[in-house]
């Protein structure tokens, strides 16, 4: 392992756009802007209580709670009755046909999410829920129940019995955060915590279509974290996501949260430090940071670590109350976006009410790689009035979108460097909770933005779960 050291290089400035070729003429790109189209009701009594100050329906790092699929739509979510759901829609439709897929949540923890994934190589849908620091729940569809939604009724007889492995494959007794993600060719690989906060480590499974093979952790726990009140020698590393760009490439940003609350300056603080990056070009199998030099293999003896070089691309200490698990993209040249949030230092140098002080003093972020390579970083000037997480996707254009807690939407574009940020929703009518998912695979398929939000209640009231549309730019 390679000792810890931040990356050198400096925040640049605004992109400027590249010159057309002399005697080249087009029309400008658009730049951001939303338009509602409709909602639909999911559930009129969806199952509230808040814990970790969120809704286990409405958990922002869900991949996915919310997905598009060949002309179809598709929610999961948690009845009053803690039965796990899945709806389903033709896109446009009004109407949403729900299944029970035979499991009850079990506690109230908020991070108890259900994610659903698509195996393209037999048209299965794949459900993985109830798995915060615990066993999990895994359910899958019939093969070809994607690939003929319109031919195959939508019942609970299409769906398997719940299982508490992948098909035999047992991989932790202490599984969290499930990520479905699937790969160019077509496998569906399953991203995962094993052990806890602050002493966990990321692992990989690969679905090919026949089986589920474990490919193993590639993140490691252990190694000194110093900083300028104290030293950590766990943690764990929180991923804003795992995706692939359309070349192949997988990308993940992430935060470290160390385990010893000594490197704070307060305890009414949150361990979170820094946001690092690494990408993969052989399917997860290895791990490379921004520079490209290899830092970690999966299942191997060397995994990606806090004392590796080159993987932090924004400094940032334990006392500012950052964010784990926000989120990330790619645009259409490959290069990778995130959005990150804390509390900045004008607002003081040490927060000591995690919740308290990110609802009053906490900002959005827009990290991405520009066109000459470097980091750039340009705050979204709109308050976050919430401890809340914030969604990050790019049109066609890549103009940029920051759907916020309540289900406010900012934008950028693209034309600007993504400096312009500006409100174009303010989630007037919504009455949603706080955060909410999106649909980050509908965009591409028809230009629309699926947002799933919960209304506000009290105590465990019921609430109702909705999908708000908005038509991107053409």
Known sequence: MRRRTLLGAALAGAVTTPALAAGTARAADPGPSVTRT???????????????????????????????????????????DRNAVVGRRALGGSTWSTVKVGHTLRYDDSHNVISMGVSRADGRLHLNMDSHSDGFTYVKSVAGLMDDPSGLSWTASRFGAPQSSLDGLALTSQFTYPQFVAT???????????AVSGNGRNALAEYDGTRWTALGE???????????????????????????????????????REQNGAVMCSGG???NHDTGYVYSDDRGRTWRNDAGTVVGTTGGPDKVAVTDAGLVVDPLNPDHSLMNQESQTTDSAGRPHAVISYVPG??????????ADRTADGRAFHLRKNASGTWQKTEIPIPLDSSQRT????????????????GRIAGASKASGHTDWKLLFDGAGLNAFGE???????????GVLSVMYQEKSSGTTPSALRVVDFRLPA
């Open 218 to 256: 590639w993140s490691a726990a252990t190694g000194t974290y110093t900083g300028e009140h104290g030293s950590s020698t766990a943690r764990n590393m929180y991923l804003h996501g795992i995706d692939y760009d359309r070349n192949g490439r997988l990308h993940a940003f992430f935060t470290w």
């Open 184 to 194: 160019p060719e077509g496998r569906l690989q399953l991203s995962y915590r094993v």
């Open 269 to 271: 603080g949150i361990t």
């Open 436 to 446: 909410v998912v999106v649909d980050e695979t509908r965009i591409a398929q028809d």
């Open 38 to 80: 409709g909602t639909t009701t999911l559930d009129s009594r969806a199952l509230f209580f808040v814990s970790y100050d969120g809704l286990v329906n409405n958990n922002s790092f869900q991949k996915n709670g919310l997905l598009t699929y060949k002309g179809h739509q598709y929610a999961v979510w948690y009845t009053a």
């Open 391 to 406: 969604r990050l996707i790019l049109d066609r254009y890549d103009n940029a979108y920051a759907i916020l807690p309540f």
């Open 346 to 355: 004008r607002f003081g140098q040490c927060t000591t009410d995690y919740v």
